[in-house]
């Protein structure tokens, strides 16, 4: 059924126009599995890093469990509707030379299987620049790209510099603070300012395009740096052929991740014993964690989901 693209493209057509819906996790759940603690290779990391990810408290190694974290995610509703972050264009985090994985904006990112979730419209409010959405269902793309369009790109980052710009005019009223002391140059006539530049198609919004996973992409060699795939990689594995599907689309995101930097991140029901036998090991570099279920009333408390980060490796 979920291998299936009808389903999809029905599921889709009954789909409420603004409705989405989030499979295992909304993006505050694993939001800090998209930071450089995580997406640095290995052999990258710096020292407080190693020490930190590969000796837990019985002094094994390397950890297989990653802490749960408090995200400023946090549901709006029952559909797991989500409250942005202020933009991190400008602030977002410099990464030292022995951290070097893109930044947020300059970081390419492949979502794989994007069907109607808000996780792209979330990267972007966390700074997140250069991203690609695909599925093989036509409906879900023409979809997004009625949704997601140069109008709703251009309020979305006017909100962000808006808010931005409010968390420092606080900073600036905060009693104590040094900032308040410094008198800030007089603001130029609005008159003078220039024209506002349109939204950069190629890097300043979400791309939507359909393409099947289990097929050829249509993209050159090491086209991203990192690819997220949230369900997408369960759903290939119900599909019938199930074994020839699952290698082609292996292949195609190692093709496509870049050499230096590239990385996948796999959110799965499946444990260990049952998915770490499809990713090749002469190919990838495998780490294992753990996040727990969102509490759904009715369902078990204490199960998790998994994450799969593989770091390509070239052949």
């Known amino acids: 059924m979920y291998g299936n693209v009808d389903y999809w493209d029905d599921r889709a057509k009954r789909a409420v126009k603004e409705e989405s819906f989030e499979w295992y996790q909304n993006y505050g759940g694993i939001r800090h599995f998209l930071s450089p603690k995580y997406l640095n290779k290995p052999s990258e990391k710096n020292d407080d890093q190693k020490s930190s990810d590969d000796v837990d408290a019985a002094g094994k190694t390397p950890s297989l469990v990653a802490e749960a974290t408090t995200s400023s995610f946090e549901p709006d509703d029952k559909r797991g509707d989500q409250k942005s972050p202020i933009d991190g264009t400008k602030t977002a985090t410099k990464h030292p030379s022995k951290n070097p994985y893109p930044s947020n904006k300059d970081c390419r990112v492949l979502i794989a299987g994007c069907g109607n979730s808000q996780v792209g419209e979330a990267m972007l409010s966390d700074g997140f620049r250069k991203i690609t959405n695909i599925d093989f269902s036509s409906i879900v793309i023409n979809q997004g790209k009625e949704k997601y369009t140069d109008e709703w790109h251009e309020k979305l980052f006017t909100r962000l510099r808006r808010e931005r710009k409010s968390g420092e005019d606080e900073t600036m009223k905060s009693p104590g603070k040094k900032e308040s002391r410094i008198r800030s140059k007089p603001r130029p006539s609005t008159r003078s300012l220039p024209k506002k530049k349109a939204v950069n198609p190629n890097f300043d919004r979400m791309v939507f395009e359909c393409q099947d996973l289990t097929k050829k992409l249509n993209f050159p060699d090491e086209s991203f740096d990192l690819i997220f795939c949230k369900g997408t990689f369960d759903a290939v594995l119900c ?26 991140v796999i959110v799965s029901y499946g444990d260990p014993e049952n998915r770490l036998n499809y990713f090749d090991n002469s190919r990838w570099e495998v780490k294992t964690y753990t996040v727990p279920k969102p509490f759904v009333p009715g369902e078990k408390i204490g199960e998790e989901h998994y994450v799969y980060i593989l770091f390509k490796k070239q052949t």
């Open 239 to 264: 599909s019938a052929n199930t074994a020839d599907k699952v290698q082609c689309m292996m292949d195609e995101c190692h093709r496509v991740l870049d050499n230096k930097y590239g990385v996948m």
